[in-house]
């Protein structure tokens, strides 16, 4: 899989993970993780639940820092950065949360303008002239004076999407952002998806379950477990790679390479008859 | 900002609010408040005794405050008190004959300066002496020439019986001390009243130390300072045979009420005051 | 989880907290300075954890003045000394019960709403987004509520004082007839500035209120973020708190004296 792309930090691959190793409790999540996310396009990462997709997002960001390994975003690595270094960086990357993560003391408004607030010194006309914009591009410019909690799923994952844009990033991750949607209101986060990677050249990274939806949009599809790539490719290519993973996971059948079973003792033990099979 | 006034506002009145408490706090319920504001003057008394007074304590005349204590000094190589006393401009008028004394506000309360004009036309200037002055009164001193030392009885190493007969016995309870010249020399062993001669019958138990108690003494139901306990004081008679056990003191003065006490004096000054006072009238009637 | 593990060793348990308290406390101090581009923040903070105290404030003021003069009334009259009335008012109001009663409210009123607010924005990633939109939440979050809790205390305690003065005023003058001038003479003529104001009021309240803001906002900020979590620190707040004041009011109290 790393053959294509050589270690110079200023190619194609915008997120390069390196060996990465992480210990959580004492799972581990990550076993020497390999990947390559290409600038530009947009790259979906699946997996069972519990593999740490989130955390890997988590890692990217330097909100979590792997016990091993290294974590490249733009030439630099994120576990050696520096606060301020990291803060600077985290400046040019959108992040959307799975709940949206609206500032619930703020209107609509203002949580867009937030980050502007905070980082610049921008005048008042400037900024509405922004924030009106990102509303608009997200379709919710007629909810701007609205509360968090007046919004439905849909609108507040737009709205947090407007936010994470308003700073035109580099990079957008995006954490489970079809959940809970109804059908009308995931094609609409998926449109916007698409058009932001299109029309802005923002490299994406999403993290989902719906493989209908990823289906349609995403360019590059890595999926994981047991903390390791178990298979990758474009779309196409990764429904027809055959593997027991892809088979269990894009076929959903309930029994495979992840058990159906959580890890236990003999059932037989557990109910109380010793020495015979459960 | 969209929302900035709304809460700025309120913030900004509420930080308003806490101050201006805050302000009336200091100012209007502390001593702050009776600090002399305005121009003043200064006019030195000399006291031999200044009891319990402050400074910053008020000046009064004729009740009313004109001023407050600046300075309380020891006069060096004298035995007297040297207190400066500021007072407002307003109250000039102050005959260099007057008199300065120190009395007590109520009977608990703070004690003050109280000013009482003499017959002089020159008036005390700034820097000037008020040369008569009449210092603190004790109350302690006061109440030391009426009774004795208090102090409670001793371990009672053996004792004597005695008994007396008081038409009220006020608050006299069990336990409480028997004095003789202020000393205690026993305690009040039962309280009991009785039936027949509808008086209260106090049985004494007195060490047999004092075994020289004339048998002719007085018993009275005494109280020690204006809101302390009662005892019961025993005063010695002339005659030559001794108290015994079992025996009955005869003489007996009963528990004072202080309020008799000031309801005798008010209405005797009152009555001699204007004999037409229509209610004075009825106790005066009363009374002869 | 933390309900088993409070069961554990709670001595030990305690000890830990007030440990992680304390560092707590330095990363609040040493976020200070940066916390100062957000003082819109702490004033908007202001309002919610002093303004809207307000009300509770000035209402338990007026009540614990008034019974206070009620039972000193009663009290006082078996001596003839109901003149008194107005200086223990003012005595008891400024040196104990107005600070202490004070902190005890505000850590009900505004540090349990300090403690969910933060515990909420730690469940629905908020501060995870703060993070992420390189907002430093301490300096954002913690501090602006920190420090808005200590200027608050102060503030509401005058109010607190001022409404209790008027309360035994009201009984004590209003109702059972204590003469007003004798009530404001005798309270002036004792209370002092320095000893029954500044000491009493100001000082306790100034550390009252820098207890109670760094217990709420360390427990919102540290909680699990679950509604169990969140219900837990409410909880813990309000007693911690209540333990905290009590007992540096009986320190502060021998060092003020």
Same mark, same amino acid.
């Given at each position: 899989?790393?053959?294509?792309?050589?270690?110079?930090?200023?190619?194609?691959?915008?997120?390069?993970?390196?060996?990465?190793?992480?210990?959580?409790?004492?799972?581990?999540?990550?076993?020497?993780?390999?990947?390559?996310?290409?600038?530009?396009?947009?790259?979906?990462?699946?997996?069972?639940?519990?593999?740490?997709?989130?955390?890997?997002?988590?890692?990217?960001?330097? !909100?979590?820092?792997?016990?091993?390994?290294?974590?490249?975003?733009?030439?630099?690595?994120?576990?050696?950065?520096?606060?301020?270094?990291?803060? @600077?960086?985290? @400046?040019?990357?959108?992040?959307?949360?799975?709940?949206?993560?609206?500032?619930?003391?703020?209107?609509?408004?203002?949580?867009?303008?937030?980050?502007?607030?905070?980082?610049?010194?921008?005048? @008042?006309?400037?900024?509405?002239?922004?924030?009106?914009?990102?509303?608009?591009?997200?379709?919710?410019?007629?909810?701007?004076?609205?509360?968090?909690?007046?919004?439905?799923?849909?609108?507040?994952?737009?709205?947090?999407?407007?936010?994470?844009?308003?700073?035109?990033?580099?990079?957008?991750?995006?954490?489970?952002?079809?959940?809970?949607?109804?059908?009308?209101?995931?094609?609409?986060?998926?449109?916007?998806?698409?058009?932001?990677?299109?029309?802005?050249?923002?490299?994406?990274?999403?993290?989902?379950? @719906?493989?209908?939806?990823?289906?349609?949009?995403?360019?590059?599809?890595?999926?994981?477990?047991?903390?390791?790539?178990?298979?990758?490719?474009?779309?196409?290519?990764?429904?027809?790679?055959?593997?027991?993973?892809?088979?269990?996971?894009?076929?959903?059948?309930?029994?495979?390479?992840?058990?159906? !079973?959580?890890?236990?003792?003999?059932?037989?033990?557990?109910?109380?008859?010793?020495?015979?099979?459960? | 900002?969209?929302?900035?006034?709304?809460?700025?506002?309120?913030?900004?009145?509420?930080?308003?609010?806490?101050?201006?408490?805050?302000?009336?706090?200091?100012?209007?319920?502390?001593?702050?408040?009776?600090?002399?504001?305005?121009?003043?003057?200064?006019?030195?008394?000399?006291?031999?005794?200044?009891?319990?007074?402050?400074?910053?304590?008020?000046?009064?005349?004729?009740?009313?405050?004109?001023?407050?204590?600046?300075?309380?000094?020891?006069?060096?190589?004298?035995?007297?008190?040297?207190?400066?006393?500021?007072?407002?401009?307003?109250?000039?008028?102050?005959?260099?004959?007057?008199?300065?004394?120190?009395?007590?506000?109520?009977?608990?309360?703070?004690?003050?300066?109280?000013?009482?004009?003499?017959?002089?036309?020159?008036?005390?200037?700034?820097?000037?002496?008020?040369?008569?002055?009449?210092?603190?009164?004790?109350?302690?001193?006061?109440?030391?020439?009426?009774f004795g030392a208090g102090g409670s009885a001793d371990n009672l190493s053996?004792s004597?019986?005695?008994?007396?007969?008081?038409?009220?016995?006020?608050?006299?309870?069990?336990g409480a001390p028997v004095k003789m010249a202020g000393v205690a020399i026993g305690s009040v062993?039962?309280?009991?009243?009785?039936?027949?001669?509808?008086?209260?019958?106090?049985?004494l138990s007195i060490d047999?130390k004092y075994?020289?108690i004339?048998?002719?003494?007085?018993?009275?139901?005494f109280?020690s300072?204006?809101?302390g306990t009662q005892y019961v004081a025993i005063?010695?008679?002339?005659?030559?045979?001794?108290?015994?056990?079992?025996?009955?003191?005869?003489?007996?003065?009963?528990?004072?009420?202080?309020?008799?006490?000031?309801?005798?004096?008010?209405?005797?000054?009152?009555?001699?005051?204007?004999?037409?006072?229509?209610?004075?009238?009825?106790?005066?009637?009363?009374?002869? | 989880?933390?309900?088993?593990?409070?069961?554990?060793?709670?001595?030990?348990?305690?000890?830990?907290?007030?440990?992680?308290?304390?560092?707590?406390?330095?990363?609040?101090?040493?976020?200070?300075?940066?916390?100062?581009?957000?003082?819109?923040?702490?004033?908007?903070?202001?309002?919610?954890?002093?303004?809207?105290?307000?009300?509770?404030?000035?209402?338990?003021?007026?009540?614990?003045?008034?019974?206070?003069?009620?039972?000193?009334?009663?009290?006082?009259?078996?001596?003839?000394?109901?003149?008194?009335?107005?200086?223990?008012?003012?005595?008891?109001?400024?040196?104990?019960?107005?600070?202490?009663?004070?902190?005890?409210?505000?850590?009900?009123?505004?540090?349990?709403?300090?403690?969910?607010?933060?515990?909420?924005?730690?469940?629905?990633?908020?501060?995870?987004?703060?993070?992420?939109?390189?907002?430093?939440?301490?300096?954002?979050?913690?501090?602006?509520?920190?420090?808005?809790?200590?200027?608050?205390?102060?503030?509401?305690?005058?109010?607190?004082?001022?409404?209790?003065?008027?309360?035994?005023?009201?009984?004590?003058?209003?109702?059972?007839?204590?003469?007003?001038?004798?009530?404001?003479?005798?309270?002036?003529?004792?209370?002092?500035?320095?000893?029954?104001?500044?000491?009493?009021?100001?000082?306790?309240?100034?550390?009252?209120?820098?207890?109670?803001?760094?217990?709420?906002?360390?427990?919102?900020?540290?909680?699990?973020?679950?509604?169990?979590?969140?219900?837990?620190?409410?909880?813990?707040?309000?007693?911690?708190?209540?333990?905290?004041?009590?007992?540096?009011?009986?320190?502060?109290?021998?060092?003020?004296?």
């Open positions: 899989m790393t053959d294509s792309v050589s270690a110079k930090p200023d190619d194609s691959a915008l997120v390069r993970v390196r060996g990465l190793t992480t210990v959580l409790n004492g799972k581990k999540v990550f076993d020497a993780l390999d990947m390559d996310i290409p600038r530009g396009k947009i790259t979906a990462i699946m997996g069972p639940s519990g593999t740490g997709k989130t955390t890997l997002l988590k890692h990217i960001t330097g !909100q979590m820092r792997g016990s091993a390994g290294e974590v490249w975003v733009d030439g630099q690595n994120v576990p050696k950065l520096s606060r301020d270094k990291l803060f @600077e960086l985290r @400046e040019r990357i959108g992040y959307l949360f799975q709940n949206s993560a609206l500032l619930t003391d703020f209107d609509v408004f203002e949580n867009v303008a937030f980050p502007l607030r905070q980082h610049t010194q921008l005048p @008042e006309v400037l900024i509405r002239n922004i924030v009106l914009t990102k509303l608009q591009a997200v379709g919710l410019r007629g909810a701007a004076g609205l509360m968090p909690s007046e919004l439905s799923g849909g609108m507040a994952r737009r709205v947090a999407l407007a936010r994470s844009i308003v700073f035109d990033p580099m990079l957008i991750l995006y954490d489970e952002p079809f959940v809970g949607l109804d059908p009308i209101a995931l094609n609409q986060v998926l449109k916007l998806i698409r058009t932001l990677n299109q029309t802005l050249g923002i490299t994406s990274v999403l993290v989902a379950h @719906e493989l209908e939806a990823i289906k349609q949009v995403a360019d590059h599809i890595y999926l994981i477990a047991n903390g390791k790539v178990v298979a990758q490719g474009d779309p196409k290519t990764i429904a027809d790679d055959g593997s027991p993973w892809t088979r269990q996971f894009f076929g959903g059948e309930a029994d495979g390479p992840v058990p159906f !079973q959580y890890p236990a003792g003999d059932l037989g033990v557990s109910l109380g008859f010793p020495g015979r099979g459960a | 900002m969209s929302q900035r006034p709304s809460y700025a506002v309120g913030t900004g009145l509420f930080i308003v609010l806490g101050f201006t408490a805050l302000g009336y706090l200091a100012t209007q319920t502390t001593s702050v408040a009776n600090t002399s504001r305005g121009p003043s003057y200064t006019v030195e008394a000399h006291f031999a005794n200044i009891g319990q007074l402050k400074e910053r304590a008020p000046v009064k005349v004729a009740g009313v405050r004109v001023g407050q204590v600046q300075s309380i000094v020891l006069d060096p190589g004298k035995e007297t008190a040297d207190v400066k006393l500021a007072i407002d401009n307003r109250y000039s008028q102050i005959p260099d004959d007057s008199v300065a004394t120190i009395f007590t506000s109520g009977l608990l309360g703070d004690q003050y300066v109280g000013i009482q004009y003499g017959n002089s036309k020159k008036a005390v200037a700034d820097g000037g002496t008020l040369a008569l002055t009449r210092p603190a009164q004790q109350l302690e001193e006061m109440l030391g020439k009426f053996g004597y019986q005695v008994k007396a007969r008081f038409t009220n016995v006020g608050a006299l309870s069990v062993q039962s309280v009991k009243a009785d039936p027949v001669k509808l008086d209260a019958e106090v049985a047999k075994s020289q004339p048998d002719d003494s007085a018993a009275a139901v109280t300072g204006l809101i005063q010695p008679g002339g005659s030559p045979d001794m108290l015994k056990d079992g025996d009955e003191l005869v003489l007996t003065q009963s528990a004072l009420q202080i309020e008799d006490l000031i309801g005798k004096f008010l209405v005797s000054g009152s009555s001699s005051d204007k004999k037409d006072a229509s209610s004075s009238k009825a106790d005066t009637g009363s009374k002869h | 989880m933390s309900a088993t593990m409070s069961r554990d060793n709670i001595v030990l348990r305690s000890l830990t907290q007030i440990g992680e308290c304390g560092l707590f406390l330095l990363r609040m101090l040493a976020a200070v300075p940066r916390s100062l581009r957000h003082i819109r923040e702490t004033v908007r903070q202001l309002w919610f954890v002093g303004a809207m105290s307000l009300i509770i404030i000035m209402v338990c003021g007026l009540f614990v003045g008034m019974v206070l003069g009620l039972q000193l009334y009663d009290v006082l009259s078996i001596f003839g000394g109901t003149s008194a009335t107005g200086t223990v008012v003012a005595i008891a109001i400024y040196r104990e019960l107005g600070p202490v009663v004070t902190a005890l409210l505000f850590a009900g009123r505004a540090g349990t709403s300090v403690t969910a607010e933060i515990g909420l924005m730690r469940a629905t990633d908020q501060i995870a987004a703060m993070e992420m939109m390189a907002v430093d939440p301490i300096a954002y979050v913690a501090v602006p509520r920190f420090l808005a809790g200590i200027v608050a205390m102060p503030l509401l305690c005058c109010v607190f004082c001022a409404l209790g003065i008027f309360g035994g005023h009201l009984v004590g003058v209003t109702w059972l007839g204590i003469d007003n001038g004798t009530f404001w003479s005798n309270m002036t003529a004792t209370v002092e500035v320095v000893k029954d104001v500044i000491n009493g009021v100001l000082w306790k309240s100034v550390v009252f209120g820098t207890v109670v803001s760094l217990i709420a906002v360390f427990q919102g900020y540290t909680t699990p973020p679950t509604s169990e979590g969140v219900a837990y620190a409410t909880t813990r707040t309000v007693v911690a708190s209540s333990i905290a004041i009590l007992a540096l009011d009986f320190v502060l109290t021998a060092f003020l004296m």
